[in-house]
């Protein structure tokens, strides 16, 4: 499986952008997918994630009500939408997944070890 995430760039703070990632070489609808970020000097934190179905399993408490990750299944691409961005969240953003349709608790989908492939990753920088 590839992922190619795109759509980053540079925005004002409180700006928005919609970031993709394009799979190819499996079974699309068949993945969990994940979005993490690394801030420069940071960790690598989780943001979001989602299952096949399109049901979204959780949120970064930092980015909840801001963000959303949603899936096309036709497109093989899943997205998030950022809205009302923030200095803290430069980073550069990947796509990850995971052949799996569910698991419990779903707290598990936060680990990035659980995810198979990595997307190479888009930088976002927000301007304050």
């Known amino acids: 499986v590839q992922l190619q995430a795109s759509g980053g760039g540079l925005v004002q703070a409180g700006g928005s952008l919609r970031l993709s990632c394009a799979a190819s070489?499996?079974?699309?609808?068949?993945?969990?997918m994940g979005w993490f970020r690394r801030a420069p000097g940071k960790e690598r934190e989780f943001v979001a994630a989602?299952?096949?179905?399109?049901?979204?399993?959780s949120y970064a408490h930092s980015v909840k009500g801001r963000f959303t990750i949603f899936r096309d299944n036709a497109k093989n691409t899943v997205y998030l939408q950022m809205n009302s961005l923030k200095s803290e969240d430069t980073a550069v953003y990947s796509c990850?997944?995971?052949?799996?349709?569910?698991?419990?608790?779903?707290?598990?989908?936060?680990?990035?070890?659980?995810?198979?492939?990595w997307g190479q990753g888009t930088l976002v920088t927000v301007s304050s």
């Open positions: 070489g499996g079974t699309f609808s068949a993945y969990t």
């Open positions: 990850a997944s995971v052949l799996l349709a569910h698991a419990s608790p779903r707290d598990i989908f936060r680990s990035p070890s659980i995810y198979n492939y």
């Open positions: 989602i299952y096949p179905s399109g049901e979204e399993i």
